[in-house]
């Protein structure tokens, strides 16, 4: 198998496994929190409220991104590649791969959480690996699919380092209702993350178990909006918007 073809099959698998397989990194991520120095992972709000923004500016970078994007985006699909349209306006007139971007900040995140200059080489290391993969695949497809076009596309706008020089308008305007619908679960998901961390922290530092009063207040409003919308979307149809 060629270098090109063994690249695009192990971009495929892993983005098969894109929904679930950065959550493998919880559990090492916990077992250092067992074995750091403790005087540099006790609790520090202002410290945890800088991790929590960087995360939060990633989720709200996917959330522009899915605002804006049709029923047919590519971004869509969780099993193949698949694109009935190429997405070159808006925030991909900007940057070819926001969704991947807005990934990286969201785990960034937590990894800051564990104040480890070792997690957050080995993080950027593993992500470059990660996703270089998946692009590889996916920019593989739409250039089988979409030709000139998307060379054209590809020259002109970089793969994860935004400029602005050639913004085009979206054609379609922003929906929040499509991103509640389709971000929900990131977002509970993601408190839920910090929570555990949190967890993790405590029992390693005090040998008790108990979560610090911020990340309670976080962890109830989360799971509160993610039952809230979940009961929305299956009992209603107030979520979903025509084309998207």
Known sequence: MSLVHELEKSGNWLFRRRSWLPATMLVPAAFYLFI????????????????????????????????????SASERNLIDQMAD???????????RHPLYVGNILMSLGPVLFLRSVWWVIVFVLASWLYYERIIFAGEQYLRRKFGEAYDTWAFRVKAVIPSFRHY??????????????????????LFLV???????????????????????????????????IRYIIKRTKFLYVGGR
């Open 36 to 71: 750091a120095n403790r005087s540099v992972i006790y609790f520090n709000y202002t410290w945890e409220i800088i991790c929590i923004l960087v995360s939060v500016t990633g989720l709200l970078l996917r959330s522009y991104t899915i605002g804006y994007l049709p029923r």
């Open 85 to 95: 349209e190429l997405n070159t306006k808006g925030i991909y007139s900007v940057i």
């Open 168 to 189: 085009v308008k979206p054609d379609l305007p922003f929906s929040f209702r499509n991103v509640i619908r389709r971000e929900y679960k990131s977002i509970a998901n």
């Open 194 to 228: 910090f929570a555990f961390l949190d967890l993790c922290r405590n029992i390693a530092v005090t040998g008790r178990i108990y979560l610090e009063p911020m990340y309670v207040t976080l962890l109830v409003a989360a799971l509160i909006f993610w039952a809230v």
